[in-house]
């Protein structure tokens, strides 16, 4: 498995403001992930961020609004930029660390708690 | 579109008895197959992986797949009031794109 840390845990926003949220994992990975999970849901995948390329986004996300960097092997950033109070959600982000004999496993960070009024 | 099912629940079963969560899925050429626990306010917590049919064991936890039927489950013996939480199925390939499909989850209440 992978020991993962977002940060900010949770935060409270204004609408038409911009938060970036961080995560750090504790080893090198090739595929982070960022999700969305709003609140009674399931999880919704934002988009892949990959290192030294632009992140890969699924339909439904645009980087204008989640813009995303990937800096190196063990650290990302979401933005969540102009938010509204639709953006309230939990953003997860998450690693592929598999082992021998195992594949497309994926461990979770902690997870941060936005509210936007 | 690719599609995983679970029954939204609760599913209610007493302390010491088995608990059994199922889950179906569309994409015929999936490949790997994941539990997750998920207690209230917390991140899903990766617990069972299942890549081959038949079924696997660890510990309490059971999984079982059924390629065939495109069908997967979790059964989870001796429950106890703990295992208490959202259990999401998701469903993978394995292309290089490494994403997985979650399903909507299954609340698990264990009564003492």
């Known amino acids: 498995s992978a020991v993962i840390s977002q940060k900010p845990s949770r935060d409270i926003c204004q609408r038409g403001t911009s938060l970036t949220i961080q995560c750090q994992v504790d080893?090198?990975?090739?595929?982070m992930f960022w999700y969305r999970q709003q609140p009674g849901q399931s999880l919704t995948l934002i988009a892949t961020a990959n290192q030294g390329s632009e992140a890969t986004y699924e339909s439904g996300f645009v980087i204008d609004k989640f813009p995303i960097s990937r800096p190196n092997l063990t650290f990302s950033t979401l933005t969540v930029s102009n938010m509204s109070p639709e953006d309230s959600s939990i953003y997860l982000c998450?690693?592929?660390?598999?082992?021998?004999?195992?594949?497309?496993?994926?461990?979770f960070g902690p997870g941060t708690r936005l509210t936007v009024l | 579109q690719k599609e995983v099912e679970q029954n939204s629940g609760p599913l209610s079963v007493p302390e010491g008895a088995i608990a059994s969560l199922n889950c179906t899925y569309s994409d015929r050429v999936s490949q790997s197959f994941f539990w997750y626990r998920q207690y209230s306010g917390k991140s899903p917590e990766l617990i069972m992986s299942i890549y081959s049919n038949g079924d696997k064991e660890d510990g309490r936890f059971t999984a079982q797949l059924n390629k065939a039927s495109q069908y997967v489950s979790l059964l989870i013996r001796d429950s106890q009031p703990s295992d208490s939480a959202t259990y999401l199925c998701?469903?993978?390939?394995?292309?290089?794109?490494?994403?997985?499909?979650f399903g909507s989850g299954t609340r698990l209440l264990v009564r003492p």
């Open positions: 998701a469903v993978g390939g394995m292309d290089s794109s490494y994403k997985l499909i």
């Open positions: 080893s090198q990975v090739t595929m």
């Open positions: 998450s690693v592929e660390k598999g082992t021998s004999g195992t594949y497309n496993e994926q461990f």
